[in-house]
């Protein structure tokens, strides 16, 4: 259904340009003026993207950097990484990391912002208040608060832990690949859930009151109304936030890196951003990072399809 | 017309700016210039008194060169100097472990420098000497070492009955089940180790006739697994078990033992010796060292000698200047003051016999190869330790298959 209405958005999209194309001094005028914005965006953009791509066909390791001097050859890089175990493994593990936080973000989110729609003035100042605060604080600054919170020794979630009699004993927060991603995964979603809240909230101000009243006369239970009402009004915004969502947490660094904290980073716990930082980075084999971080981009850029594809379905409504 | 002077204007005001920041930076390059100069936050937290004196000496020499002095960690710092010699603006001086010297000679990351500029250079300590040299040329002046010793409460081991400190390992275990008698607070740890604490681990490793790994031949094999590191490892696991309340996957500046320490959490703990500087005001008076016992009586338990070298950067254009800061830093009065805040200074003659001195007649060393520092960053032996102490692993299981990653790391080009 969707298909073919895109289609048809392109198809008019195709014939209004045929008819346009003029190259009249006028028509040019355009082009000029984006002129600068390319200008910008082949400068910023493109150059870094080129000596990437370059970087990815050489050897390039610390003798190489030193003498700014790398030596190509060929795809070896690539086949290295797509012939490593531990590639595969990491990634396999950031698509479940991934899934796992997107889904928690969209979720909470979306109870959240129905929960903002139904409380008092008060609270929902409140409540918005909170989240604005959440997403105002730096990374680096709520990942060492997190880091506090969970502190084997003097971390105040063992305390309440063992003040409620759960668990008497200092628990690691650390001591497995499964609690440190866990960990990490409710401090992103923490740290998301501000952004997607208060958009999906503003999406909810579309729904017609009357269209929901409608329903209820006609006896719709609520779960039926937020089914067949609430969800296909919000679904662009839904889309756009999930793949948006997809991008941020498929490439996360920061968090896992800083709370898991270097010295636990093992091949064992990888998420592919950190697989990338230590292959390239902490072994000093910068081709080979170069050669990852085109694979990532490869992937990011397959699931951004969706997002790109629905923006300019977007830009076309009238 | 209004706009056109406006513009005419806004003109000249960038046009005068350009003029003078580039007439600053030529006068800036012509007159006097700075050296920045790298050091690990251990200077800052422990002598920071001797890089005040250094920069001191080192300006009457050089008036009107100032010194930037800036602290950098361990974890951190190799990232930072590889950005930098990729774009510039790296430092004139840089503090590196011995342990991570070879690689960074290897590809040519530093200039050479004239060794008998330097005050007892014919008297450098061996191992730390050889870590600076490559090629028969001389990269790296040592600038400290440090072995590992002990640091307790000795008020707590008087409140316990203990009379006697240890001679031996087990007799070291069977004090700490005196103290955990006697304190009962929750987390106590009557000697403090941070589970993956390679550096202790590794200790009883060597004391029981262990290695970490071994060339043969030119290949590099795995020593782990062998019967006597795996007596060592099951030591350790023992030894950490009865005696450690540390979290069993933290490393040892998460946190640091000696805030642990200085929280009175822990009746010892196990370090390089200027620990005694940071155990908190209240316990100074009561605070003393001793040498770790081995397994053997009579017998040190083998310490990582860790030591420093200072280097020069390819990228500096300031090599005569660094060279010379360098030699102010570890001058004789400098390697004294060192030694006076309980390192072990860099020469043979300056030696004496404090016990950091004493804990260094038995020591060991990582395996000198050109991708020890991937070992080390690609943290090996802590996640080795983490699944022993765990129990996720059996300790030849998690032996073995760190001595095979060893091996492979060890034998890349």
Known sequence: MHESSSNAAAGTLLGTSRRRRRFTAQGAVPYGLILPVLVVIGVILGYPLYWLVKLSTQRYGLF?????QGVSIGLHNYSSVLHDGVFWRTLLRTVVFTAANVTLTMVLGMLLALLLVRVSTVVRVLLTSGLVLVWSMPVVVAVQVWYWMTNFENGVVNYVLSQLGISDLQHDWYATTFSQLAIVTLLIVWGALPFVVITLYAGLAQVPPDLVEAAEVDG????????DITLPILRPILLILTSLSIIWDFGVFTQPYLLIGQSKITSGNYLMSIYLFEEGYFKSDFGRGAAISILMLLMVAVLSIVYVRKMVRIGDEP | ??????????????LAAAVTAATMASTKKATASSITVWLQVDAQSGWPDLVAAANKQFQSDHPGVTVNVQYQTWGTHLQKFDTTLAGGGGPDVIEMGNTEMTKYMAAGAFSALNKSSFDNSSNWLKGLAASGAYGGKTYGVPYYAGSRVVTYRSDLYKAAGIKKLPATTAEYAADAQKLLAKNKAKGFSPVYIAGTDWYVAMGFVFDYGGGIAQQISGKWKGLLSSPKSIAGLTAYKNFYLATSRASKTTDETHPNPY?????????????PSWFSCCVGKQYTADTAQFVMPG????????GFLGGSDLAVPVTSSNVALASDWIKDFTSTSGERGLQAKGNIPNATNLLGSSVNER???RSWFVPTAKHWVDVENGNILRNMLAQILTGKLSIKQAAASAGDNIASVLNQS
Not at chain 2, 7 to 14: G, I, M, P, T
Not at chain 2, 264 to 271: L, R
Request: hydrophobic share 55%; glycine share 6%.
């Open chain 2, 295 to 302: 397994h053997v009586k009579g017998q040190a338990m083998p």
């Open chain 1, 64 to 68: 190489e950097l030193i003498r700014h």
């Open chain 2, 359 to 361: 804990a260094a007649s």
């Open chain 2, 259 to 271: 805030d642990v320490y200085a929280q009175g959490q822990a009746a010892s703990i196990v370090g």
């Open chain 2, 1 to 14: 017309m209004k706009r056109r002077s406006i513009v005419a204007l806004s003109l000249v005001l960038v």
């Open chain 1, 220 to 227: 719709a239970r609520s779960w039926r109304i937020f089914l």
